[in-house]
């Protein structure tokens, strides 16, 4: 069975400029999480989509945003990119609705110049 | 949000030594979570233990729900082993700063 992938596996970004990462869940899985783990700061929430409907949010400004599509694979999009937002990005996916053992891709780590 | 409290912060084990990892929760949790961080940045679901007790191989976790913490034990520890070691829960997934595991052989 596949597990959680993530694309791109780097991303080298310049200030200002957008960002666009992908997530893959497990098959059968339909929630999918975004978390940001920054350097010094640990792993944060970031968004909670399951059935194409964002679930929850975390304590993340709004040029953070995604959507999750029909075949349950989702986008993490970041507008304005700032220094501060050079981070492992982690992607899980879960099983339905509701608190699920979440399981984890191997991240895109995205750096911001 | 919900503050996270691991201990220890750091832990160096002899190889086939035993470990206790706590985790404490600053409010009630029904979906905590154990995670290991390998040397390679990979996040492997150890176990998902809104309370009771499990246990797979080596490892077991409890948690008292009640008293808002969770144990992760470590037995016959092995190289491998070594990672960091993460609870997370809440409805907002909170995560605490982890336990820095290493084992040598």
């Known amino acids: 069975e596949a597990g959680v992938t993530q694309s791109p596996t780097h991303l080298i970004k310049t200030r200002g400029q957008q960002a666009t990462l992908r997530c893959s869940p497990i098959?059968?899985?339909?929630?999918v999480y975004w978390y940001q783990q920054a350097l010094g700061l640990g792993l944060q929430f970031l968004l909670w989509?399951?059935?194409?409907?964002?679930?929850n949010r975390g304590n993340f400004p709004p040029r953070f945003s995604g959507r999750q599509f029909p075949n349950y694979s989702s986008e993490l999009n970041v507008n304005a990119l700032e220094l501060e937002d050079s981070a492992l990005y982690l992607c899980?996916?879960?099983?339905?609705?509701?608190?699920?053992?979440?399981?984890f891709g191997d991240g895109t780590r995205l750096s911001i110049l | 949000g919900i503050q996270v409290e691991q201990s220890p912060p750091d832990l160096i084990l002899q190889e086939g030594a035993n470990s206790t990892l706590r985790c404490n929760f600053s409010?009630?949790?029904?979906?905590l979570q154990w995670f290991h961080q390998n040397p390679w940045g990979q996040l492997i679901n150890l176990f998902y233990i809104p309370s009771g007790t499990k246990q797979n191989g080596r490892l077991s976790a409890t948690t008292v729900a009640t008293e808002r913490y969770s144990l992760l034990y470590i037995s016959s520890s092995q190289t491998t082993d070594s990672g960091v070691y993460f609870c997370a829960g809440g409805n907002q997934f909170y995560f605490g700063t982890g336990t820095s595991l290493t084992v040598i052989p």
């Open positions: 098959s059968g899985h339909t929630s």
């Open positions: 989509y399951d059935e194409g409907e964002e679930r």
């Open positions: 899980a996916s879960s099983l339905g609705t509701g608190y699920q053992p979440q399981h």
């Open positions: 409010d009630s949790v029904n979906n």
